[in-house]
């Protein structure tokens, strides 16, 4: 009865594993810096993923629902980075911060691995059988895919 | 399989620079004889266009992996396309962990 709730408790403390976010393009810049002010501040980090959000929400007009598709998640996942990716531009532009354009938590719509041993993100080779890291040569690898 | 590394210097006790294409060194490292060369990259200051100068040394030393902090938009679709492999690691290492990792 003990071990069991020792594993209950083990569970209910375990972050939720956060998916990852298919975007289609990364942004073509890597950042924005703002001129005519004084004094140099920290940059807002702009993820891919947000940068995709404000893409597909505000530049090419789709609503959220369709937005979250085409990124593979649910519309309120959506909605969540749209909104923070909001919030950071419009903090930058009256901060007078930079814009960095980061990783974040995006995949590309590609074959991309991570892995969980080592932290390194690779591509796939078309010649060489893709079943280990190429650093490290651990096995732990998940494709970056959410389907 | 030779593969690139981007560096901060031209020992292996160099960091490895995040930059792809502005990178101050490149270490090449062959893993079949495990011997490696840092070469100066020439277009570090180059104003513009460095990424396709880079891609064409690349092609010319028949690399097939690269090991960097990060790659353009433009790099990453055209090394894709060659079947070049792209590593992308997000805290910088020495040469040296790298390399022994890699001739293991």
């Known amino acids: 009865m003990r071990i069991f709730s020792l594993y209950l408790f ?6 939720r594993r956060r998916r990852l976010r298919k975007i289609v393009e990364p942004p073509k810049f890597k950042g924005y810096k703002p001129y005519g002010h004084r004094g140099q501040k920290q940059a807002v980090e702009l993820h891919y993923e947000e940068y995709e959000a404000i893409k597909l929400a505000d530049y090419d007009h789709l609503n959220h629902q369709e937005a979250s598709v085409l990124m593979g ?30 990783f974040g938590h995006a995949y590309l719509d590609k074959s991309w691995f991570i892995c969980q041993s080592c932290g390194s993100k690779f591509n796939t080779m078309p010649s060489a059988d893709n079943k280990e890291c190429p650093l490290c040569k651990s096995i732990e690898i998940k494709a970056l895919t959410t389907k | 399989m030779k593969t690139l590394i981007t560096s ?31 070469i100066k990259n020439p277009y570090a ?7 396709k100068e880079v891609l ?21 679709s055209n090394l894709e396309n060659r079947g070049v492999q792209m590593i992308i690691i997000q805290d910088s290492k020495p040469i040296e962990e790298i390399i022994n990792q890699l001739n293991k």
């Open chain 1, 73 to 102: 998640i649910s519309r309120a996942t959506f909605a969540r980075i749209y909104d923070e990716a909001r919030k950071k531009i419009a903090q930058a532009l009256v901060e007078t911060r930079e814009i960095k354009s980061v």
């Open chain 2, 56 to 76: 064409n040394f690349i092609i010319q030393n028949e690399i097939q992996q690269i090991i960097s902090g990060d790659f353009g938009a433009n790099v990453r």
């Open chain 2, 8 to 38: 901060t210097g031209n020992s292996i006790e160099a960091e490895m620079d995040m930059r792809f294409g502005r990178a101050l060194w490149f270490c090449i490292n062959d893993s079949k004889t495990k011997t490696h060369s840092f």
């Open chain 2, 45 to 51: 200051n180059l104003r513009g266009g460095v990424g």
């Open chain 1, 10 to 15: 083990k569970i209910s403390s375990m972050p």
